[in-house]
């Protein structure tokens, strides 16, 4: 697996008067939570790996304000996007990458509304484009035969209608696919959409987390698949919950793929 490297900024490559071929939208999650964290750096490396010659923000990238508006706190978005719109417009940025499905939704979806418009992709999108170029290959390697089933995101599945995408990248690991009975377009969300994530649940008959972990628990699966920080989180919550955390690992796409030995 190729080593992460030192990973420039936008403002280190523009004072070398060089551009990058996208910009890696970290979030806040991949950038503060100690989990998501790695999902970024096995991202990054694959990112290495393909050649592709990426930037970050760094320390200019503010939270992109989805949080803000599904809270209801429309005023608050609106100074956190309008930021991040004029630092970007500033970079003449063109083309972005996200591993969170919250942060392609808004920057794909809100921000040119308000000025801000980008090519947009999630990373499961952009991962299956450097696949298909042959830029990336990929092995089974000690994920081939074992039991995958994929949880999809509602940002980047139900919102925005993009299904194929994980699912190709997942079939070059040679695992056996599997999936819930509520996927697709019929999936249930993992409890954390509509800003849910940053307070405590309201009373009912089951969390909404601990359902859809049971639903993927079902499946008698050896690995949960997920492309969300945030449903990352929530749903190794319920795998730990019904303590199946020692024979049953949750792993972001990237993660999976950067983990096969054949890489």
């Given at each position: 697996m190729a080593q992460l490297t030192n990973i420039?900024?936008?403002?280190?490559?523009?004072?070398?008067?060089?551009?990058?071929?996208?910009?890696?939208?970290?979030?806040?999650?991949?950038?503060?939570?100690?989990?998501a964290k790695k999902i970024t750096k096995a991202f990054a490396k694959l990112l290495h790996r393909a050649k592709v010659k990426f930037a970050v923000l760094g320390a200019e990238e503010s939270c992109s304000g989805d949080p803000a508006r599904r809270a209801g706190n429309e005023f608050l978005y609106q100074m956190q996007a309008l930021a991040n719109i004029e630092t970007l417009n500033g970079y003449e940025v063109q083309r972005i990458v996200t591993a969170c499905p919250h942060c392609f939704n808004t920057l794909k979806n809100e921000y040119p509304e308000l000025g801000g418009k980008y090519e947009v992709f999630h990373h499961t999108q952009y991962l299956k484009t450097l696949l298909d170029e042959g830029k990336l290959?990929?092995?089974?390697?000690?994920?081939?035969?074992?039991?995958?089933?994929?949880?999809?995101?509602?940002?980047?599945?139900?919102?925005?209608?993009?299904?194929?995408?994980?699912?190709?990248?997942?079939?070059?690991?040679?695992?056996?696919?599997?999936?819930?009975?509520?996927?697709?377009?019929?999936?249930?969300?993992?409890?954390?959409?509509?800003?849910?994530?940053?307070?405590?649940?309201?009373?009912?008959?089951?969390?909404?987390?601990?359902?859809?972990?049971?639903?993927?628990?079902?499946?008698?699966?050896?690995?949960?698949?997920?492309?969300?920080?945030?449903?990352?989180?929530?749903?190794?919550?319920?795998?730990?919950?019904?303590?199946?955390?020692?024979?049953?690992?949750?792993?972001?796409?990237?993660?999976?793929i950067s983990l096969a030995d054949d890489l």
């Open positions: 420039p900024t936008l403002a280190e490559l523009t004072s070398r008067n060089e551009k990058p071929d996208v910009l890696f939208w970290v979030g806040c999650a991949g950038s503060f939570d100690d989990r290959k990929i092995e089974g390697g000690s994920f081939k035969g074992k039991r995958v089933v994929f949880h999809d995101p509602c940002y980047l599945g139900r919102v925005n209608g993009e299904y194929e995408a994980p699912r190709k990248v997942l079939s070059q690991l040679e695992s056996e696919l599997i999936e819930m009975k509520r996927c697709k377009q019929k999936g249930l969300c993992c409890g954390a959409g509509g800003s849910q994530m940053f307070k405590e649940p309201e009373k009912g008959k089951k969390d909404i987390n601990l359902e859809r972990s049971e639903e993927a628990l079902s499946t008698k699966p050896q690995i949960i698949a997920t492309s969300c920080p945030f449903c990352n989180t929530m749903i190794s919550d319920g795998v730990k919950h019904f303590n199946k955390d020692s024979e049953v690992k949750v792993l972001d796409i990237a993660e999976a």
